[in-house]
């Protein structure tokens, strides 16, 4: 194991004590394919499972099982023909039996930190599905809440807009500009200090650099 490596699980080993003093659960795995077996340890067959969009799950290998995988009810909102359908697979995913997200930060004292535009995943962190997964990679901890804003607004930010063809200030400088336009991407800020539903948010913890 590298020194990175044996540092992210140092770093791990402290996020998941943290995570239980605040009612979460947590684990870590070396790789994202070990991240991806965790997961399907995880939802059992027959339930209703959603998600929040995500590059890790994607880069992960986690979207297309869950897309591919015949013993769940997937609400998939990419399967969407118009708003009106997106609007009620948002809608019915709060009602899921798991949710399925990452996160744009966590801290070292096991914090979530998420920011959104239309505020549907953040919801769905908050109240409504029984289970909700959060799979990050090290890449996504920040020392503390302030650190962990600023990774948001500045490295997460710029590289999403780019990818959602948002035309806002921090998608042609890189650096977030505290836009209130249309097109912004941060509409709401939400701190996830503790799970008022003992082991409701499960963080899964992955050893590699994954999503922005």
């Not at 004292?109 to 535009?117: H, K, M, R, S, W």
């Not at 913890?205 to 922005?212: A, D, P, S, T």
């Amino acid at each position: 194991m590298t020194p990175k490596k044996e540092a992210y699980k140092i770093q791990a080993e402290t996020i998941i004590k943290a995570l239980k003093k605040r009612g979460m659960d947590g684990v870590f795995c070396e790789t994202a394919e070990d991240a991806l077996t965790e997961v399907k340890k995880m939802i059992a067959d027959g339930s209703t499972v959603s998600f929040g969009g995500s590059m890790t799950l994607n880069e992960a290998g986690i979207m297309p099982w869950l897309q591919q995988n015949e013993n769940i009810t997937l609400f998939d909102r990419s399967k969407c023909t118009n708003p009106e359908e997106v609007k009620q697979v948002y809608h019915k995913a709060l009602s899921a039996d798991y949710y399925l997200m990452s996160t744009n930060a966590i801290t070292l004292d096991g914090e979530l930190v998420n920011i959104d535009g239309t505020g549907n995943r953040v919801a769905a962190l908050i109240y409504g599905p029984e289970n909700v997964i959060v799979v990050a990679g090290m890449n996504k901890v920040a020392i503390d809440i302030e650190d962990a804003y600023k990774r948001v607004k500045n490295i997460a930010s710029p590289p999403n807009c780019i990818r959602l063809n948002r035309k806002t200030p921090c998608a042609v400088t890189g650096k977030c500009g505290d836009c209130f336009g249309t097109e912004s991407i941060c509409s709401q800020t939400v701190i996830t200090r503790r799970s008022a539903v003992e082991g409701r948010i499960k963080v899964i913890l992955v050893g590699e650099e994954l999503g922005y």
